[in-house]
């Protein structure tokens, strides 16, 4: 089945500074990765997702990449705010499969 | 209020007995989803189901079923032979399997 490595586990940056979180994959039929979002004690919500047919995909401050040939795929969140603070969690999968997800990384942006 | 509801949010069990959360979504998506969430473990999957009737295995099915009467509703049962049930569950659905999965609150089951 599919498998999903996430890195880092943790990351602090400053307020202001960029953040990467980088994702790799096994099944290369997998053609949908989406990112979430958990902040301490919510649910996990969708905040920006890629199609196999697409390279890149940016929204506002946000923006993911992905790398078919390599099987990785990264989130991308420039000018952070404290507000960014919280668990992200990268995913894979494709039709006929449930979404396939990664350990997560915490983030934590200093004022 | 459209979305997918988790109840109860907290559930307290003894040891040996058998607990079923429940899960109802108004969003008429074909496709529902049980995750566990352990502190550092991420988001694994128990079972997940496409269509009313049917449902797969996840990669940490052993100690739980489920059962998929109607389409709104995917109820998870954890057994007694669950041996470490304490966890947050999350229930998700979406339109079909590969497409922008939509998450319930969760409920945090603690067994003594």
């Known amino acids: 089945g599919e498998n999903v490595e996430q890195h880092p586990s943790t990351l602090s940056v400053q307020e202001g500074d960029s953040a990467v979180i980088k994702c790799t994959y096994s099944d290369s039929a997998s053609n949908y990765f989406p990112w979430y979002k958990q902040e301490l004690g919510k649910r996990p919500q969708l905040i920006i997702d890629i199609r196999s047919n697409v390279g890149e995909k940016k929204d506002q401050r946000i923006a993911v990449t992905l790398n078919k040939t390599a099987k990785h795929f990264s989130l991308h969140i420039t000018e952070t705010q404290p507000e960014d603070s919280a668990v992200y969690f990268c995913?894979?999968?494709?039709?006929?499969?449930?979404?396939?997800f990664g350990k997560g990384t915490s983030l934590l942006v200093t004022p | 209020d459209g979305g997918i509801t988790q109840s109860p949010k907290y559930l307290f069990r003894k040891e040996g007995q058998n607990v079923t959360l429940s899960c109802e979504q108004n969003l008429n998506h074909d496709a529902m989803y049980w995750y566990r969430q352990d502190p550092g473990q991420g988001l694994r999957l128990i079972y997940y189901?496409?269509?009313?009737?049917?449902?797969q295995k996840g990669d940490i099915a052993e100690g739980y079923s489920v059962s998929r009467e109607k389409k709104e509703s995917f109820p998870l049962t954890v057994t007694s032979a669950q041996k470490n049930p304490t966890a947050f569950y999350l229930c998700a659905s979406s339109q079909f399997t590969g497409t922008e999965a939509f998450f319930g609150q969760g409920t945090r089951l603690t067994v003594v």
């Open positions: 189901s496409q269509i009313v009737n049917d449902f």
């Open positions: 995913a894979a999968s494709r039709g006929g499969y449930a979404l396939n």
